[in-house]
């Protein structure tokens, strides 16, 4: 009899909810750590779950079970996990840390020197450098003009580095 083991499902774009419906209706333990985010429409505020982990789903199942999730018409990928204990111990962690009602997000992998692009907003499509950091969310930017330099602040999930 083969183990249960931790997969990690790639899901296709904005199909991860629906990955997690399939696995749980076909007996697969599943995992898709999910956080709160409020939007304001119109003056109501409608709240939203969103995966933590943008594309991914975490999966426990046997071998046997292998092949009819690589051929869901949601997954783009499956991966195997070689470090289960890890995998496992973090996953708990992370499960834990969302439980606890902080606001856990992912923190955008932005560094200090990293030429990056503004993605959306009055600035969409220029391009920088990050000059700073300032806590989890805050960047600060250096953006160059006719040979002169400005900076503004900017939370990070704002910049895709370039």
């Not at 439980?99 to 220029?126: C, F, H, Y």
């Not at 990050?130 to 040979?147: A, C, P, W």
Request: proline share 4%; aromatic share 8%; net charge positive.
């Amino acid at each position: 009899m083969s183990e249960i083991k931790w997969w990690v499902a790639h899901a296709k774009p904005r199909r991860e909810k629906k990955l997690a419906d399939y696995c749980q209706r076909h007996g697969i333990e599943v995992t898709l750590p999910c956080y709160d985010s409020a939007h304001r429409y119109r003056g109501k505020v409608v709240t939203f779950r969103k995966p933590l982990f943008p594309g991914y789903v975490f999966l426990q199942m046997m071998a046997r079970d292998v092949g009819s999730i690589r051929q869901n018409e949601h997954v783009a990928n499956l991966l195997e996990v070689f470090d289960q204990e890890t995998f496992s111990n973090q996953l708990e962690d992370i499960l834990l840390a969302l439980d606890s009602n902080l606001e856990v997000r992912l923190a955008p992998a932005v560094t200090e020197g990293m030429r990056v692009r503004i993605k959306s907003g009055p600035l969409q499509g220029v391009e920088g450098w990050v000059e700073k950091r300032h806590g989890m969310n805050t960047v600060l930017l250096r953006m160059d003009f006719i040979s002169q330099a400005a900076a503004i602040k900017m939370d990070a999930d704002q910049l895709v580095p370039t």
